[in-house]
């Protein structure tokens, strides 16, 4: 896990969307998860806790973000057998554009305050049967 909390800051850079997705998924960001299950609530809060602990700032090596936090718990969950989704959102914010990442379990947003459906559109994700995905790598 270590390796992926240090790499995906710098694989986002070089990498596109859709194939860091499909790197940090255990058999592509739609693919089959490797092992069934689906993770007890306490289960999901422990990895959540762990992975905020190690964005904090003095620990990580770069700035904590929703994008890059989340990414890494797509990749822990989905290695653990849990069926998350990973969106993408974007809004107005007066004249810029302000983008948000999270996870979805069963139609659910994980640990937001508020549904991000309700202020981002979904301009992305992965993870499920309605993805919007592009099938080549542009």
């Not at 289960?43 to 770069?62: N, S, T, V, W, Y």
């Amino acid at each position: 896990m270590a390796f992926w909390i240090a790499m995906t800051p710098l694989l986002h850079r070089v990498l596109s969307l859709p194939r860091l997705l499909r790197l940090l998924a255990p058999n592509g960001a739609s693919g089959e998860i490797q092992k069934p299950g689906e993770g007890s609530e306490e289960d999901l809060d422990h990895f959540h806790r762990f992975i905020q602990a190690l964005f904090r700032p003095g620990i990580a090596p770069f700035k904590h973000n929703c994008f890059v936090q989340s990414l890494v718990l797509f990749r822990v969950l989905r290695r653990h057998g849990v069926p998350v989704r990973i969106l993408f959102g974007l809004r107005e914010a007066g004249d810029q554009v302000d983008g948000h990442a999270w996870l979805e379990l069963d139609g659910v947003a994980l640990w937001e305050k508020a549904n991000p459906r309700e202020a981002f559109v979904v301009s992305y994700s992965a993870g499920g049967e309605s993805d919007m995905m592009p099938t080549d790598e542009s």
